[in-house]
């Protein structure tokens, strides 16, 4: 086979170029992926590419971790290809339990009660912060205000059910203050526990088996959950007396001389003032009082003479002063005329004397541009003359040769 006579093809799905024959025209050899039909790739780039199309991002890890040891029951799915009269079942949906079967013992119903007690107040709780940190919502839904009355009617329904009655006093938590109430009723059974060990005699070192009518306590304790509920009241009082003295803060009239100094303070600042004012107006002050601003208003009017004098005094003196310079100023302002006669005439002059000058030095320029071009005339002429006098020599040399043979050739 001659290589020579080979040319490369290249295919559009190929990823190298291929050798063939030149001669009949035979099919190229395509990748495998060019065996995809253009339009199902089309359709599928559009697919991909389609905004009308939700990606979801799935972590599989979170994913994983999330139904970790999840089990899905199968007790009563019958899922087979029949034609008998009673139809299959399959996965049944019932009402939602925190545990599910087979994952732990079922809770009974004054436990479920209780527990829903404390999410009920753990809810309020989270609220009433929610209420204290959130200033603006957007939307009516997720406004604080909203979800309290949505919790509020949650616990009211709730305390609607009267499920004490059904399962006893010792269900009964009150909403104010559960922990307390919990702790009570925990002493309460620990005392009746003692009791009964005092009067059945002593009991073995073994802990006790659980009996049916024994009753278990669920005890949930956040460390510092009663010092941020107690912030967070301090914080809502604080709120409360800063929107009050907001909103009791005086305007004083500008004209009304018993409420000056009284603009933006607070409350307590605004009553210490008055209480302050008041005072004075006490008849065993008012004596003192008078009595001072009968001597201060002596002193003011002596100032006021006084300051009336000093004005007075400076303004003469000022005016004095100013005279006096009017009068040094009065020949140099019958001058001033010639002066400005004299500086004009002169101002020619000097532009006279200016041009003279530009022209000496472009004539001195010029003298010396010639005195330069002078010295190198002469030097060139000087070695014109060296040179004609060297020419002349040779050509007399080549003279007295010639005729030298000359004479030789007429010999």
């Known amino acids: 086979m001659n290589l020579m006579s080979m040319r490369p093809v290249t295919c559009p799905r190929m990823t190298r170029p291929t050798l063939r024959r030149a001669g009949p025209r035979r099919l190229p050899v395509l990748h495998p992926r060019s065996c995809l039909i253009p339009n199902a790739e089309r359709c599928v780039q559009e697919e991909l590419t389609s905004t009308s199309v939700e990606h979801l991002i799935i972590n599989p890890n979170a994913a994983y971790e999330k139904f970790r040891d999840k089990r899905l029951s199968t007790e009563g799915v019958d899922f087979s290809d029949c034609i008998s009269k009673p139809r299959t079942t399959g996965y049944k949906s019932g009402e939602y339990e925190i545990l599910g079967k087979g994952l732990g013992a079922k809770e009974m119903p004054q436990q479920r009660y209780q527990r829903l007690q404390h999410e009920v107040q753990e809810l309020v709780r989270e609220v009433e912060q929610i209420q204290s940190t959130v200033k603006e919502v957007a939307k009516e839904e997720l406004m604080p205000m909203a979800l309290a009355r949505q919790v509020e009617g949650l616990k009211q329904q709730l305390v ?37 060990k ?5 009991t073995p070192d073994k802990a006790p088996v659980p009996t049916g009518g024994a009753v278990t306590f669920e005890l949930y304790w956040w460390l510092e959950q009663d010092h941020v509920a107690q912030t967070a009241k301090i914080t809502e009082l604080e709120k409360q007396l800063a929107q009050l003295e907001t909103m009791m803060q005086c305007k004083p009239d500008s004209q009304n001389l018993l409420l000056v100094g009284l603009k933006g303070t607070s409350l307590v600042e605004t009553m210490q003032v008055l209480q302050a004012k008041v005072n004075i107006l006490d008849m065993a002050v008012l004596d003192q009082v008078e009595a001072r601003l009968q001597s201060i208003l002596g002193k003011v009017n002596e100032i006021a003479k006084h300051k009336a004098t000093v004005q007075d005094a400076d303004t003469q003196s000022k005016i004095h002063q100013i005279y006096e310079t009017m009068q040094h100023w009065d020949p140099v302002a019958s001058t001033l005329p010639d002066v400005v006669q004299r500086l ?3 101002g020619d002059l000097h532009e006279q004397a200016t041009q003279f000058e530009q022209v000496l030095m472009h004539l001195d320029t010029t003298q010396q541009e010639i005195v330069g071009a002078l010295k190198a005339n ?21 003279f007295v040769d010639i005729d030298a043979h000359v004479k030789q050739l007429q010999k």
């Open 378 to 398: 002469t030097m060139l002429l000087a070695e014109v003359q060296q040179t004609t006098k060297e020419n002349l020599a040779v050509v007399e040399d080549n």
């Open 160 to 196: 609607s059910s009267h499920l004490e009655k059904l399962l006893g006093p010792a269900a009964a938590i009150d909403f104010a203050d559960p922990e307390s109430a919990l702790a009570k009723r925990l002493l309460q059974q620990l005392e009746v526990v003692k009791c009964s």
């Open 198 to 202: 005092v009067a059945s005699g002593k």
């Open 344 to 346: 004009v005439t002169l």
